[in-house]
């Protein structure tokens, strides 16, 4: 009988969206055939079996870590949410988050050569991949260094925060990071959001204001309007904070005597365009091959 192993049962999860176990059986019925394991599926499961088929995905976790001033955010990125749980994984994450902290590494490439466990990074990477089969990698990572207070909040493994803060209740940090989380700003002010951020948001107003048929001077007023909403929707300070909605956090800053100097936020997958693979294509033109064969 063909060895099932657990990067088959991933390939299978991933094609078909079946739970993991289903997925083990119905290879180990199929005798690790993926084409009959998957029309084995089917059969049990119905179109559920398939609607993941297409799913552009990008999985992984973010993980924190604070010490002695220095604040940690950091990004890695697997193929499936069953090994984003694996604890060799994580384990891998928050190695890889302290190292950050202690050696400072300018980007992900002189990560990679910092030593770890005998070996590099790179190397325990690597080794992970041959461990698990499937593929790994470090994203990015934030680094803050401050003599003002840091705070984080992770929301499970798929959103994380740093903040620096200064103030006297700590309370405060971790309200502005849950926040952040929630809310998602762009930038820590108005006057911080990306220009180009800003000019896509005013060519969506103009093409919106130009529909109205009104005369170019309410047009130029109805462009600059919106384009003024979104920078106060986008920017922390102006957003009203999720604990109060009669406060800003600006406010909210305010009142306890605090100020926040910066944020990060990162979302797992965020802006990866993941290249779509069709397994169902895959397998059929390899059956086909073994045919000719």
């Known amino acids: 009988m063909a060895a099932i192993t657990a990067s088959m049962v991933a390939e299978l999860r991933a094609k078909t969206d079946a739970p993991m176990m289903e997925c083990k059986k119905?290879?180990?019925?199929?005798e690790g055939d993926m084409e009959r394991a998957e029309e084995l599926l089917r059969v049990k499961l119905g179109n559920k079996a398939s609607k993941a088929a297409s799913r552009v995905t990008a999985e992984g976790i973010v993980t924190s870590h604070i010490a002695d001033g220095v604040g940690v955010l950091v990004e890695l990125n697997c193929e499936t949410d069953f090994v984003a749980k694996n604890d060799?994984?994580?384990a891998f994450g928050k190695a890889v988050a302290e190292l950050i902290a202690k050696h400072h590494p300018a980007d992900v490439a002189a990560l990679s050569a910092l030593p770890l466990e005998s070996?590099?990074?790179d190397a325990v990477r690597l080794a992970l991949i041959g461990k698990i089969g499937e593929n790994v990698s470090?994203?990015?990572f934030v680094r803050f260094e401050s003599a003002n207070k840091l705070a984080s909040y992770l929301h499970g493994t798929r959103i994380g925060v740093l903040v620096e803060f200064t103030g006297a209740d700590e309370q405060v940090g971790k309200d502005v990071a849950?926040?952040?989380?929630?809310m998602k700003p762009v930038s820590l002010s108005s006057d911080d959001?990306?220009?180009?951020?800003i000019a896509k948001e005013r060519s969506i107003a103009e093409q919106k204001a130009a529909e109205s048929g009104k005369p170019a001077e309410i047009v130029a007023k109805m462009v600059d309007g919106s384009v003024q909403k979104y920078l106060?929707?986008?920017?922390l300070l102006n957003q009203t904070f999720v604990k109060n909605d009669k406060q800003t956090i600006e406010q909210m800053l305010k009142a306890a005597g605090a100020s926040v100097q910066k944020f990060a936020l990162f979302v797992v997958g965020e802006g990866i365009e993941k290249r779509t693979d069709d397994f169902a294509a895959e397998v059929a033109a390899?059956?086909?091959a073994a045919k000719q064969g």
């Open 178 to 182: 849950m926040h952040v989380a929630a």
């Open 88 to 90: 060799d994984f994580l």
């Open 119 to 121: 070996s590099t990074v």
């Open 286 to 288: 390899q059956v086909a």
């Open 232 to 235: 106060k929707e986008v920017s």
């Open 26 to 30: 119905a290879l180990t019925e199929a």
């Open 193 to 197: 959001v990306p220009a180009e951020l």
């Open 138 to 140: 470090v994203r990015r």
